[in-house]
Antibody, heavy 122, light 113 residues
Framework: EVQLVESGGGLVQPGGSLRLSCAAS????????MHWVRQVPGKGLVWVSS????????RYVDSVKGRFTISRDTAKNTLYLQVDSLRVEDTALYYC???????????????WGQGTLVTVSS | DIVMTQSPDSLAVSLGERATINCKSS????????????LAWYQQKPGQPPKLLIH???ARESGVPDRFSGSGSGTDFTLTISSLQAEDVAVYYC?????????FGQGTKVEIK
C-alpha cells in the first residue's frame, strides 16, 4: 500500500524557517517524481514544487523561488521541503504527492499524504 | 503560466441527476506528439487529500465509479457525474500538467439539492 506521511509543520514567525518531511513507503521511491502542493484551509490547491526521481531536476512556483528548496533522500525514502524566509501568505496545509514519469511522459499526482500544517504568524 | 478556470463555482444537484463541471485553460494542454491532453480531475472531500479521478482528460483511474467521466480537448474540458450519489458531495478540481508550473482550477463545490 502506498503511504506518504508528512511532518515538520508548525507555528513560525514571519522570516522563520521550517523543514518539512514526507516519508514514503509501499512503492519504488526513486521511480517517481515527488511534489509539494499547498492549500490554505477552505481554499484551493496550489502546486509548489517538484523533484525528479533521481533528484537532478527541480521545479518551483515563482512565489517560492529562492525561499523554498526541495530535496529527496532515496536511502531514507524521504522527500523534504526546506522553507525559509516564511511569509504570512505561506500559511497552508502542505501535501506531498507522487507522480509517474514514464518514457518521456508526465502523469499527474496519483497518491497524496494527509498534509502538514504550516502557520506563519507573529 | 496556464490559468485554469472552472465553472460554476458551486452547484446543487438532486440525487440521481447529472452534474456537469467545466474547466477552461488559457492555452491548449494538448501535446500533439502523443495526442494527449495533460488534464486531470480530482475530488476532495472535507478533511481529506485530493483523490485522482481522471487523467489524460478522459482516462478514469482504477476503482473510480463509471458514473464519473471526462471529456474535451485543447482548452475546454468537462467532468460529468451521470447520476449523483450522496458520497459525491465534494470539491472538484481540474489540473493541467502540460507546463510548469502545474496549475489547478479554483474548484467547484458539488452539493445535494
Amino acid at each position: 500500500e502506498v503511504q506518504l506521511v508528512e511532518s515538520g509543520g508548525g507555528l513560525v514567525q514571519p522570516g522563520g524557517s521550517l523543514r518539512l518531511s514526507c516519508a514514503a513507503s509501499g512503492f519504488t521511491f526513486s521511480s517517481y517524481w515527488m511534489h509539494w502542493v499547498r492549500q490554505v484551509p477552505g481554499k484551493g490547491l496550489v502546486w509548489v514544487s517538484s523533484i525528479s526521481g533521481d533528484g537532478s531536476r527541480t521545479r518551483y512556483v515563482d512565489s517560492v523561488k529562492g525561499r523554498f528548496t526541495i530535496s529527496r533522500d532515496t536511502a531514507k525514502n524521504t522527500l523534504y521541503l526546506q522553507v525559509d524566509s516564511l511569509r504570512v501568505e505561506d500559511t497552508a496545509l502542505y501535501y506531498c504527492a507522487r507522480s509517474l514519469y514514464d518514457s518521456g511522459t508526465y502523469y499527474p499526482c496519483d497518491s497524496w499524504g494527509q498534509g502538514t500544517l504550516v502557520t506563519v504568524s507573529s | 503560466d496556464i490559468v485554469m478556470t472552472q465553472s460554476p463555482d458551486s452547484l446543487a444537484v438532486s440525487l440521481g441527476e447529472r452534474a456537469t463541471i467545466n474547466c477552461k485553460s488559457s492555452q491548449s494542454v494538448l501535446y500533439r506528439s502523443n495526442n494527449k491532453n495533460y488534464l486531470a480531475w480530482y475530488q476532495q472531500k472535507p478533511g481529506q487529500p485530493p483523490k485522482l479521478l481522471i487523467h489524460w482528460a478522459s482516462a478514469r483511474e482504477s476503482g473510480v465509479p463509471d458514473r464519473f467521466s471526462g471529456s474535451g480537448s485543447g482548452t475546454d474540458f468537462t467532468l460529468t457525474i451521470s447520476s449523483l450519489q450522496a458520497e459525491d458531495v465534494a470539491v472538484y478540481y481540474c489540473l493541467q500538467y502540460y507546463n510548469n508550473p502545474w496549475t489547478f482550477g479554483q474548484g467547484t463545490k458539488v452539493e445535494i439539492k
